[in-house]
């Protein structure tokens, strides 16, 4: 079955640690995109890629890193620099172009120690 | 600076009950509007909406689009408590591929 495959599902930070989330997509989209969830802000855009080897940022970016050296594959990063991560993190693909749709990942709920 | 609003933030209702969910938005060269439902974890796709007064239906729910006055409402008849979820709307402005997400509508349906 097509889709997009995120973990862990659940993640713990220490102070001060790195952690990656992991996505993957075999829908042979161009595009991925890594949302933040927090309770009542709805989804922010962290960072966003239309094709291997290039991203962009999003919105929230300062305090997490990505790279697309694969097609189906756009892990997230969140460094020590982001102060505050815990929240929820989708990940989402979908077809470069217009009136297209986004997929989403079942999620990563990252909490810190 | 785009902007996507959703109304209201929470709603309880009874089984049976219709509702209608709000969202409006500011943003420069509109493409499309999408509504989505989060059950638990993943976003699931409901509706896409491009032109004005077109309504899109599957089944229960219903969403149509002004252009004009800049909002989109989605509606569900007949509520069911399979209905409780997030209801999110997403913007796709006709500048690249970026989706600007409302704060979501939190739907309880109460047996």
């Known amino acids: 079955d097509g889709g997009i495959t995120q973990s862990p599902k659940y993640l713990f930070r220490k102070e001060g640690q790195n952690v990656t989330l992991s996505c993957e997509q075999n829908l042979n989209h161009d595009a991925m995109y890594w949302y933040r969830q927090d309770p009542g802000q709805g989804l922010r855009l962290i960072y966003y890629s239309q094709i291997v080897n290039d991203f962009q940022k999003g919105d929230i970016a300062e305090g997490y890193s990505v790279s697309r050296e694969k097609k189906e594959s756009f892990p997230l990063t969140v460094t020590s620099a982001q102060k505050n991560p815990t929240a929820f993190y989708l990940c989402?693909?979908?077809?470069?172009?217009?009136?297209?749709?986004?997929?989403f990942g079942s999620g990563t709920q990252l909490s810190v120690l | 600076e785009d902007k996507v609003v959703q109304s209201p933030l929470s709603l309880v209702v009874h089984e049976g009950d219709t509702v209608t969910l709000n969202c409006s938005y500011e943003v420069t060269n509109f493409r499309s509007l999408l509504w989505y439902k989060q059950e638990k974890k993943a976003p699931t796709f409901l509706f896409m909406l491009t032109s004005s007064g077109i309504e899109k239906k599957s089944g229960r729910l219903s969403s149509i689009l002004d252009k004009k006055e800049l909002f989109s409402i989605l509606n569900i008849t007949a509520t069911q408590t399979g209905d409780s979820a997030v209801y999110l709307c997403a913007v796709n402005p006709n500048t690249g591929n970026q989706f600007y997400f409302g704060t979501g509508t939190s739907l309880t349906v109460i047996p």
């Open positions: 989402a693909s979908s077809i470069w172009g217009a009136n297209e749709k986004l997929f």
